[in-house]
């Protein structure tokens, strides 16, 4: 099991965490990652992490304002959001990775609103 | 980045009837391709891996087929809860991209 939080809204400009708590599975293991849905569209893999934290990856448009990070211990996923902009509004789904680059395990998602 | 692409953006189905929808990779993507499917105001969920294998617990009617640039997603014997939005994604390079989604009313 995913549990997405953190969600919320935020002005441009501004700063948001998103947290994802995971149960049922051998979260260090696991490479886990977060994928976006904006309103009305169609899904974006934004960036994943390997399961010891080391290997990481980011899509363009979020690159050098987003961070993933994890903490294995605390079986939690989190996704650092700096500079963001009107375009990052969408719901936010924290993912376990099979294989390190398939949606096996999808959390229920965090709305993320970015307005002034 | 590989561009993903499918079609038909909506279909209408009649239950009992056969879906078939496509995707397509804008260059070869071999097998590394997934399917999902998204209920009204649910998560995605994994239906087919490796082009080709079910994941856990999904229902026979559903197969996909396809390698290389051109996939298809088939549902057979259409029943009400597959009314829903269905996405394919590559997993050959990253970034991994997904289709624009295709809606399958019943």
């Known amino acids: 099991q995913l549990e997405e939080s953190g969600g919320g809204l935020v002005k441009p400009g501004g700063s948001l965490r998103l947290s994802c708590a995971a149960s049922?599975?051998?979260?260090?293991?696991?490479?886990m990652g977060w994928i976006r849905q904006a309103p009305g569209k169609g899904l974006e893999w934004i960036s994943y992490i390997g399961s010891g934290g080391r290997f990481m990856d980011y899509t363009d448009s979020v690159k050098g304002r987003f961070t993933i990070s994890r903490d294995n211990a605390e079986n939690s996923l989190f996704l650092q959001m700096n500079s963001l902009r009107v375009e990052d509004t969408a719901v936010y789904y924290c993912?376990?990775?099979?294989?390190?680059?398939?949606?096996?395990?999808w959390g229920p998602g965090t709305l993320v609103t970015v307005s002034s | 980045e590989i561009v993903m692409t499918q079609s038909p953006a909506t279909l209408s189905v009649s239950p009992g009837k056969r879906a078939t929808l496509s995707c397509r990779a804008s260059q070869s993507v071999g097998t590394s391709l997934a399917w999902y499917q998204q209920r009204p105001g649910q998560a995605p969920r994994l239906l087919i891996y490796t082009a080709t294998t079910r994941a856990t617990g999904i229902p026979a009617r559903f197969s996909g087929s396809g390698s290389g640039t051109e996939f298809t997603l088939t549902i057979s014997s259409l029943q009400s809860e597959d009314s829903a939005l269905y996405h394919c994604q590559h997993y050959h390079t990253w970034p991994l991209t997904f289709g624009g989604g295709t809606r399958v009313d019943i």
């Open positions: 049922g599975f051998t979260f260090s293991d696991s490479y």
């Open positions: 993912v376990k990775a099979e294989a390190g680059k398939i949606g096996g395990v």
